[in-house]
C-alpha cells in the first residue's frame, strides 16, 4: 500500500481529537489565573507543546478574526489552547475559536477544523491581566503538527496581547469565518499572533518540555520565515529524532530586543519569567539564552548586575522544580552598538555562566559562532547579515550544540 501524504494523517489525528461530544470533554473553570494546571490523569500530565512570550502589540480591532499558524513540537492527546489578555485593559470575549491542520496558506486540510470549547461552552470572556485554557480535547495530536487555530471577537478594544515578530505568516479577516476550512475570507496577512500563547497536550507523565527564555536571535530574526528555522525549531527536531530523551515538548519564549533586567521590548526575564515559563505544564529545565541587549544598550549595566539577574532567574526556577541551562552571550562586533566596554561586560558574564558551577548545564554558543579569526565576531558563514543575528546555519549549528541529556534535569 502506497502511504498516505502526512498532512492527511494529521488531518486524521485532529479530527479524532476534535470529534468527541462536548459532555465527554472536561470543564475548567472558564478563565484560569497564569499557571494553573488541569487535574492529571494517572500515568500522564500536560506538557507544553507550543508557546510564545506575551506581550502588548497595539490596540484591538470590533470584530476581527485570527488564523494563527503555529508549530507545534510534542504530541499527544487532549489538546488545549490558552488565550492571554496578559496586557489587556478590559475584559476580552473570544465568541469563536477553532483549531485544524494547515493544508496550504490560509487554508486547511479537510474535515480538520474543529471547534474548541471552553467550560462546556463555544465563548468565553478572559479578563483583563489573565488566561484561559480551551477544555481538552479527547482524541491524538501527532508531534510537529501545524497547526491552525482560529479566534473570533466580536468586540474587543484597548491593548491587545500577542507576539509582534513571529516569523510566520498568519492571516486575518473582518466577521467570524472561524468554522471555515478555505482561505477565501482570509485574504489578510500578518507576521504576528493575536492571543493565543500556548498550546498543550497530555503526554505520558514521563515525557517534559525545554522552555527558551531568550531575545531576538531565539525569537528568531535573521532566520528564514514560514519555514521553522529558528534555533529552537531545530532543537525541536532533534529532540523529536532522539530516542532515548524524554524532553520532547519545546516552547519558544524569546522576544526581540528583550533584556534580562529592564523592560523595554517586552517586560523584562524577570519580570516575565513566571507568566512566559514557570506557569507553563511539564516544563523539564529552562534555557536561559539572555543578555546582549543589556550590554550593548550603554545603560552602564554592569557584569555584577547581570550575575545578580541571572541567579535569581536560576533561584526561582529550582524553586519551582525545574533545572536552568544557561547560554553564553554570542559575540557581536560590527553592530552598531558594540564597543570595548560592552565586549569587556559580556566576557566577565560568559566567564560566570561557563565556569560559576551555578547553571545546572551550559550550552556555548558564544564558542560555536565565534569567528577564529576574531572571537568578537561571528563567523560569516553563520552570520545573517547584521553581526548580531545567526542565519539559518547559524540556527542549526546553535541547536546542534545543546546537550540534549543536559536537558533531562536530574537535579531533583
Request: hydrophobic share 40%; proline share 5%.
Amino acid at each position: 500500500m502506497r502511504p498516505r501524504p502526512r498532512h492527511l494523517v494529521l488531518a486524521v489525528a485532529l479530527c479524532g481529537v476534535l470529534s468527541v461530544p462536548a459532555t465527554a470533554v472536561a470543564a475548567p473553570p472558564e478563565a484560569e489565573p497564569t499557571g494553573e494546571r488541569s487535574v492529571t490523569a494517572a500515568g500522564t500530565h500536560e506538557v507544553i507543546t507550543w508557546g510564545a512570550s506575551a506581550d502588548r502589540i497595539g490596540d484591538a480591532v470590533a470584530d476581527r478574526g485570527y488564523r494563527l499558524v503555529v508549530r507545534t513540537s510534542v504530541g499527544g492527546t487532549g489538546l488545549r489552547i490558552r488565550l492571554s489578555n496578559a496586557f489587556g485593559d478590559r475584559p476580552v470575549t473570544f465568541d469563536s475559536a477553532y483549531a485544524g491542520v494547515q493544508k496550504e496558506g490560509a487554508s486547511l486540510v479537510d474535515g480538520s477544523n474543529r471547534r474548541l470549547t471552553f467550560g462546556g461552552k463555544r465563548s468565553v470572556t478572559v479578563p483583563a491581566g489573565a488566561t484561559a485554557y480551551s477544555d481538552p480535547l479527547p482524541g491524538r495530536l501527532a508531534a510537529a503538527t501545524t497547526l491552525v487555530v482560529s479566534l473570533h471577537t466580536s468586540d474587543a478594544a484597548g491593548p491587545v496581547t500577542g507576539h509582534s515578530m513571529a516569523m510566520q505568516t498568519s492571516y486575518t479577516t473582518s466577521g467570524d469565518h472561524t468554522a471555515e476550512e478555505g482561505a477565501g475570507n482570509w485574504t489578510e496577512r500578518t507576521g504576528s499572533w493575536f492571543y493565543l500563547d500556548a498550546v498543550t497536550v497530555r503526554t505520558p507523565s514521563t515525557t517534559g518540555a525545554v522552555v527558551t527564555l531568550g531575545d531576538s536571535i531565539t525569537d528568531g530574526w535573521q532566520s528564514t520565515s514560514d519555514l521553522n528555522r529558528r534555533w529552537p525549531d531545530y532543537l525541536a527536531r532533534r529532540l523529536q529524532a532522539a530516542p532515548r530523551t524524554t524532553v520532547k515538548g519545546v516552547a519558544n519564549e524569546g522576544i526581540s530586543g528583550n533584556k534580562v533586567l529592564a523592560d523595554g521590548a517586552g517586560q523584562s526575564a524577570l519580570k516575565r519569567l513566571d507568566r512566559d515559563v514557570l506557569s507553563h505544564p511539564g516544563v523539564r529545565t529552562v534555557f536561559l539564552f539572555e543578555g546582549v541587549n543589556d550590554i550593548k544598550a550603554h545603560s552602564g549595566v554592569t557584569a555584577a548586575e547581570m550575575i545578580a539577574g541571572y541567579r535569581e532567574i536560576i533561584d526561582r526556577a529550582h524553586a519551582a522544580g525545574t533545572c536552568v541551562v544557561g547560554a553564553t552571550v554570542a559575540p557581536f562586533k560590527g553592530w552598531y552598538e558594540w564597543d570595548a566596554d560592552a565586549e569587556a561586560v559580556r566576557l566577565d558574564i560568559n566567564e560566570f555562566i561557563r565556569n560559576s558551577g551555578e547553571f545546572d548545564g551550559v550550552t556555548d554558543f558564544d564558542r560555536i559562532l565565534r569567528s577564529p579569526y576574531d572571537r568578537e565576531r561571528i563567523l560569516p558563514a553563520f552570520d545573517g547579515g547584521d553581526h548580531l543575528h545567526p542565519n539559518d546555519k547559524g540556527m542549526q549549528a546553535m541547536a546542534d550544540a545543546v546537550d540534549l541529556n543536559g536537558l533531562e534535569c536530574d537535579r531533583f
